[in-house]
């Protein structure tokens, strides 16, 4: 495997080539500035010099006064105006956000002699008339100011995002980007990495629809642009403690001060490096936290003995050990240089190393049975950008995107241990108490790898000052591995239970196996400004080939039914998609505008479910009137389909104040299902398809306040999600449990009905700031049951569970101490000590906090890690003269 990972990094090296050459920019990381320049009378002036010097960018102003910089990195610049006889003009603090365009007006006076240049201060408009779309773009001095540590932190506030779920969609909808260039964990279709907000310049969340040029995704993009080097040596350092705070919360432990549970280290530099026109920045993390739940080692898992004598003889040492933990280092290393004429090269990457123990409140008196679980992920490569003229470039992305996950005691299959410990066990007498296990460890081995080669470029070129096209292709090669490393399991012999282990024994028992899929995909996206008329248009062209084959016969798949018709391997099918979308926004006033967006969006399911037991010679045994519903893979399923709408007004009220409400609609069709195949003999079983569906109807309202010294955001979300089930096996489970798996319709599990985020920032530059956020939810469905059995007959989801709110802050202030500066800060999570927000209710009352049948969920309702994360308490320092900028 690693002799793989050092091949790819060998075709990286061998990729710089073509970098320079592809027919290639990667979306996303850069934006534009555009405005028109005139004099005194309002007559445009032509032949103005428009310039960024931090960039080295710039442009002329054309006969009729209009200017477009591109290639301009998210953050705030400044642009200088100059043309002779005229008095210069300084715009700072011009807002670039990724992908979009800055207007930057200006107006200019006649000076016949020498007069200092005058210097006027942008303004961020507060509603952006322009865009066709949801769009959330969140720069780092925002982030900066919030009580947020990273980027799930900060897409989590955005607009129709629920726990992850984007406008009603299932997880595992989103694209998550770095730079334009997709992290997404082909094995679940999830993030594989962990980004701290110290890495980040800027995150744009796109929610509903979005352009042809992202793709893989059915419900929105989350694209985080990381920082740049600069030309001047600057460094950043932040350390801070903090610990669970929540006495008298009624959580049922006993609570306890642990105020070194939670310590964060950070340091970051970037400047100039011993090369021509070359800059790097680098990053470093260290995290530790420790969970806010303790147990005590009273018993070992080791040294089996009868669990009565056991419990009357504990083995264990007594001391206090946290339940679950985390051990974290992370970073960023990039280089750039430009050093080529009209060329930049770069090379990054971001590493996550994690370590750690997930909670389980069944351990609390043998907690070193619970599994260890290992995540390491690089994601590094080339980038390069070849500018063509004034109104053309190439860019493109070679990255390896590499990942690996494991959970598992101990690493060896024959570790003498697991012979030692056992499986997890519970004492028959119930004691020390219900549900407490006493010896054993998790025997359970999971490992899960993929190691992704992503080839991504970009034409772009500003046709003209109204219109700008964008023409791009990506490839991925995905080596995809999962499964178990060897499987333990115990079996009864004449003296006892003994320990068996399996190693790669399919079908029953199939080792770690290995897939090879093929993606590929091309787009055009045309964006045209006419007479305020702004139009984003588009279409993507996605290919897929699993590389894999499946029975030629479901009816007698595993060709165990003789005198019937026999089955052989066939090769699954490639899919092919050509998705069109369309944006408009037009203005009805200076200040206000309407816009709709409609799009077709393709995704292909999750690989470790289309691919995970996908051997149908599992069912080799199965005989008439025998049912299964153990759900069989299958590669050879279609693309899923969402169909969007969006439709929406903006309008800024004042300079300062902005509204924006938008109404969406999603058909969502061919969602990852379960359907039922009969054998030739009268058995039945089941397999993965495309057979699920829902739809989604909601509104959004976003209300926006900015000033020198207050900010403020209130996103309201109101959503409908229904469908026919929440995740693809609910259909099996239902069958198995005797339910009719007949389709029907129903709420989703997360149809979260009112969702309202409101922040709040005050202060002064440079000297303090305090921010608070508050996320007010309703309840999300539950099945309700009349009795402690699960089959009760009542409807799915027909329950809502109560509603919750949870409040954090932050507050800074800068200590007047000279050089280098310094901020103390304090955060603190979930102030009020929340309970309860969105968990687990028993399904016989509705409520997290008692069940109509207590002797039943007696363990459950001891459990205290059924609750909402408790309040969090953080206090650190922050040192430097300037973090890394752009």
């Known amino acids: 495997m690693m002799g ?18 592809a027919t290639p920019g990667w979306p996303g990381t850069t934006g534009k500035i555009s405005g028109r320049v005139v004099d005194s009378r309002k007559q445009p002036l032509p032949g103005v010099t428009v310039a960024l010097p931090a960039l080295h960018l710039g442009a002329i102003t054309d006969p009729d006064g209009r200017y477009t910089i591109l290639q301009v990195p998210p953050g705030a610049w400044d642009l200088k105006l100059s043309l002779m006889s005229y008095r210069p003009v300084t715009l700072t603090g011009i807002q670039v956000s990724a992908d979009n365009t800055a207007t930057a007006d200006a107006e200019m006076t006649e000076a016949p002699i020498a007069m200092p240049e005058l210097v006027v201060s942008a303004k961020r408009p507060v509603v952006d008339l322009k865009l066709t779309s949801r769009l959330a773009s969140v720069p780092s001095t925002e982030i900066a100011k919030l009580p947020v540590q990273d980027l799930a932190d900060i897409v989590n506030l955005q607009a129709g995002v629920v726990d992850g779920h984007f406008l009603g969609g299932r997880l595992g909808e989103v694209q998550y980007q770095v730079d334009g260039v997709s992290v997404n964990n082909p094995y679940n279709n999830s993030n594989s990495l962990q980004i701290d907000r110290s890495l980040i310049e800027e995150v744009q969340v796109v929610s509903g629809t979005f352009d042809a040029e992202y793709g893989q995704a059915m419900s929105g993009v989350v694209n985080a642009v990381l920082k740049r080097g600069t030309e001047q040596f600057r460094w950043n350092a932040e350390v801070f403690d903090g610990a669970y705070v929540f006495p008298g919360s009624q959580r049922i432990v006993e609570y306890e001060l642990h105020p070194f549970g939670l310590q964060n280290y950070q340091a970051s530099a970037t400047g100039p490096m011993p090369f021509p026109k070359t800059t790097y920045v680098l990053d470093v993390r260290h995290y530790t936290s420790e969970d806010p739940y303790y147990g005590h080692r009273v018993y070992t898992p080791w040294f089996r003995t009868p669990t009565s004598d056991k419990t009357q003889n504990p083995d264990g040492d007594g001391s206090q050990v946290p339940l679950g933990w985390s051990y974290q280092w992370s970073g960023l290393g990039k280089v750039s240089n430009r050093s080529i004429r009209n060329l930049e090269l770069s090379y990054q990457a971001v590493v996550n190393w994690i370590d750690q123990v997930n909670t389980n409140w069944a351990y609390r008196f043998d907690p070193d049975g619970e599994p260890l679980t290992e995540t390491r992920s690089i994601v590094h490569g080339l980038d390069a950008t070849q500018t063509l003229s004034k109104n053309s470039f190439v860019s493109a992305s070679l990255r390896q995107n590499y990942f690996t996950y494991q959970s598992m005691k101990y690493d060896n299959l024959y570790d003498s241990r697991y012979d030692q410990a056992g499986p997890p066990t519970t004492d028959p007498n119930q004691l020390p108490e219900p549900g407490a296990i006493v010896e054993g460890v998790d025997l359970g081995r999971f490992s899960q790898t993929t190691n992704a080669l992503v080839f991504k470029s970009t034409y772009t070129s500003q046709l003209s000052h109204d219109q700008q096209i964008k023409l791009g292709i990506e490839y991925q090669w995905p080596i995809v591995e999962f499964g178990n490393p060897g499987t333990l399991q115990y079996v009864q012999t004449g003296s006892g239970n003994q320990l068996v282990r399996h190693v790669n024994e399919p079908p029953n028992f199939p080792g770690v196996q290995e897939y090879r899929p093929y993606i590929t995909n091309a787009y055009g996206q045309d964006e045209l400004e006419w007479n305020d008329l702004h139009i984003r248009a588009g279409a993507r062209f996605e290919y897929f080939n699993p590389r894999a084959t499946v029975p030629s016969d479901l009816s007698n798949p595993a060709n165990s039914i003789s005198d019937v018709p026999q089955s052989h391997p066939v090769a699954t099918t490639r899919k ?9 926004s037009y203005p009805v006033t200076r200040k206000s505008a309407v816009y709709f967006a409609y799009g077709h969006f393709y ?15 599992v069912l080799d045994n199965l005989q008439a009137g025998g049912i299964t519903y153990g759900v069989l893979g299958n590669p050879d399923v279609k693309p899923e389909l969402t169909v969007q709408y969006q439709f929406g007004y903006k309008q800024s009220i004042t300079d300062d104040f902005g509204v924006d409400v938008s109404m969406f609609y999603k058909d969502i069709r061919d969602l990852l299902g379960v359907e039922f195949i009969d054998l030739y003999n009268g058995a039945t079983y ?64 997360w149809d979260q009905r009112h ?132």
């Open 576 to 584: 092919i998609t050509l998705a069109p979308r369309i944006g408009i």
């Open 686 to 749: 089941a397999r993965l398809t495309n057979v699920d569906f829902g739809n989604v109807l909601g509104a959004t309202i976003s209300v926006s306040r900015r000033d020198a010294w207050l900010t403020t955001r209130l996103d309201y979300t109101w959503q409908l999600a229904q469908g026919n089930s929440s995740d693809p096996y609910e259909t099996a489970t239902r069958a198995q449990a005797g339910e009719d798996p007949r389709p029907r319709t129903v709420p989703f599990a």
């Open 755 to 886: 969702t309202l985020n409101l922040s709040a920032t005050v202060g002064h530059p440079g000297v303090y700031s305090a921010s608070a956020i508050l996320r007010a939810v309703s309840g999300q469905p539950y099945t309700p049951a009349l009795a402690a059995s699960p089959s009760t007959g009542l409807e799915t989801n027909s329950g809502r569970k109560p509603g919750a709110a949870v409040v954090d802050l932050r507050g800074e202030r800068t200590l007047p101490i000279g050089s280098p500066s310094m901020t103390l800060f304090g955060r603190v999570f979930n102030l009020f000590d929340q309970r309860f927000v969105s968990g687990p209710v028993f399904s016989t009352s509705g409520s997290p906090y008692y069940s109509r049948f207590p002797i039943a969920d007696e363990v459950a309702l001891a459990d205290p890690t059924r609750y909402f994360t408790p309040r969090r308490i953080e206090i650190g320092l922050t040192l430097g003269p300037g973090g890394p900028a752009r």
């Open 4 to 21: 793989r990972a050092r091949l790819t990094c060998g075709v990286l090296a061998v990729g710089v080539a073509m970098l320079a050459l």
């Open 603 to 617: 995704q292909m399911p999750e690989l470790g479910q289309i691919y995970g037991n996908s051997d149908y010679a």
